[in-house]
């Protein structure tokens, strides 16, 4: 499969986000983020799809569905998952993970994952622009690095 031809940023077709609902008041957050480093990297906001799903369970399907359009250079998938009393925690946060890497493999796609897995609210919200960063915009600018470097890749790793 080949990636979208180069566009004005550099980086070749459009960018997808895709968002979890579930704890969407630290999701937003996340997605502010993303927003921010994708625009940050000369992608205009008509170049950058958001999509919502329910929660994160749902976002590999999401991106999987999405990169099979070939419209994408990256996507970045955005999530909060907190533990709760039960496993359920374990199962969702590593489905989600599992599902992202087979996405961003299949389709040699760069998937930034911005999917908090935490133990408490607290946590996630300082990830999700507090104290220990923004997660969002961390996911975002390894997908936009990826890219790039595999873009080297196609050009014959010249610099």
Request: hydrophobic share 45%; net charge negative; with cysteine.
């Amino acid at each position: 499969m080949t990636r979208p031809s180069k566009t004005a940023h550099g980086l070749g077709g459009r960018a997808l986000v895709v968002a979890s609902r579930f704890n969407e008041t630290v999701t937003r957050k996340l997605l502010e983020g993303a927003a921010e480093a994708l625009h940050n990297a000369g992608l205009p906001p008509d170049q950058v799809d958001l999509i919502w799903v329910p929660g994160a369970f749902e976002l590999p399907l999401a991106v999987h569905h999405g990169l099979a359009t070939g419209r994408y250079a990256l996507a970045v998938a955005v999530g909060a998952v907190i533990r709760g009393e039960t496993p359920h925690f374990e199962y969702i946060c590593a489905e989600a993970a599992r599902g992202l890497r087979e996405a961003a493999t299949r389709f040699s796609t760069p998937v930034g994952f911005g999917v908090l897995t935490c133990d408490t609210m607290t946590q996630a919200l300082a990830r999700a622009g507090g104290a220990a960063g923004n997660k969002g915009e961390e996911a975002a600018q390894a997908a936009l690095d990826t890219a790039r470097a595999l873009q080297r890749f196609d050009s014959g790793i010249e610099d």
